[in-house]
């Protein structure tokens, strides 16, 4: 049974093939930063040195900020589990991000798993790192930040280990990337089946915190703004990224303010049509007015009780099918094949 009427179903396999297929459906994603998020290694923000766009007036480089495509990737399908969970696809017992995977479930088959001896799915799903829309300098901020004592000063009252009065040196600055930074990216499904598409369609709608996770803030909003079929891969996150700069007017790129999202998501659709007219692959996509259709599909599904179970146990069906038959089952310390005792 189909779940979708706005698509045709050669666009999907029925069932989770084996070897790679040559199908493909590139999710068109415009990241939009709400608070302050930290995307960064070793304590400093990502950042690449890289040109601003494609045109040859706009080729002198620029340091841009990165994100890197684990820091998309893993909230996304973590959101996938926390809803596998809450319907009751898969326990926390049987099935722990990083710790132990079940091998079994829609997370495991179609974002991948590596478990040493025991066993190895590669992901179905490709991101590649994201580059902001504007500068570095233009998209980040500095704040100092202190850990007061618990009576809300950074004086001492006296508490243990501590001298009275004597002020704290627990003063920290951090670099912060600012609300309303853009980062266009292209989240990749290789070889999709119906289900497989609706269940990472739904994660990359419903994830709100990208980043650090050890920080309260973090929170970045999906815009999707098409879906693009094809026989291969397309154009890259940095081309995409270029190509909006190219056509954003000078003077809002080197304004002080946030760009407007409207004007980001109307010449992000523009650019990533006309890349998508340089392309060597066959492709069909749905982009703009063609996209409204099945996105509105997509969200009566996902927000009703009964459709987004429809979609998780549909994909769960694929998923264990897919295992059962290309994923040894790990043998637990009782099944081991017992030595034959010797003849006397």
């Not at 969200?299 to 987004?308: D, F, H, P, Q, R």
């Amino acid at each position: 049974m189909t779940l979708l009427k706005s698509i045709e179903s050669k666009f999907f396999h029925s069932e989770i093939p084996y070897k790679p297929m040559g199908k493909y459906v590139h999710f068109l994603t415009v990241r939009v930063t709400e608070s302050y998020p930290l995307f960064q290694t070793d304590g400093e923000l990502n950042k690449a040195r890289v040109s601003a766009g494609l045109k040859n007036e706009n080729r002198t480089p620029i340091s841009r900020l990165a994100m890197f495509k684990r820091k998309q990737s893993t909230p996304e399908r973590l959101v996938g589990r926390e809803l596998l969970r809450n319907y009751g696809f898969m326990t926390a017992e049987e099935c722990e991000y990083n710790v132990k995977f079940a091998m079994n479930n829609p997370d495991c088959i179609i974002y991948g798993f590596a478990i040493g001896d025991s066993g190895s799915e590669k992901s179905k799903v490709v991101v590649d790192t994201a580059f902001s829309i504007t500068p570095f300098d233009e998209s980040h901020e500095t704040f100092t930040l202190n850990a007061p004592y618990e009576n809300g000063t950074m004086a001492s009252k006296g508490e243990v280990g501590s001298e009275v009065g004597k002020i704290t040196s627990r003063i920290n600055q951090q670099d912060h990337i600012r609300p309303q930074v853009f980062f266009p990216s292209i989240v990749t499904l290789k070889d999709p089946t119906e289900a497989g598409f609706l269940y990472v369609f739904n994660n990359i709608l419903r994830t709100r915190h990208y980043g650090a996770q050890t920080t309260r803030t973090g929170r970045v909003r999906n815009e999707l703004i098409g879906v693009v079929f094809a026989d291969g891969e397309i154009t890259s996150n940095l081309q995409w990224t270029q190509a909006i700069y190219d056509r954003l007017p000078t003077d809002i790129l080197q304004s002080i303010d946030p760009l407007n999202e409207d004007l980001v998501l109307e010449n992000a659709k523009e650019a990533i049509i006309e890349l998508l007219a340089d392309e060597f692959t066959v492709h069909h996509d749905f982009i703009g007015t063609n996209f409204d259709s099945l996105l509105n599909e997509v969200k009566a599904l996902t927000t009703s009780e009964e459709g987004i179970k429809s979609i998780l146990q549909k994909a769960d069906d694929e998923a264990k099918a897919y295992a059962a038959v290309h994923i040894a089952k790990p043998k637990k310390a009782d099944d081991k094949e017992k030595k034959p005792a010797k003849a006397k």
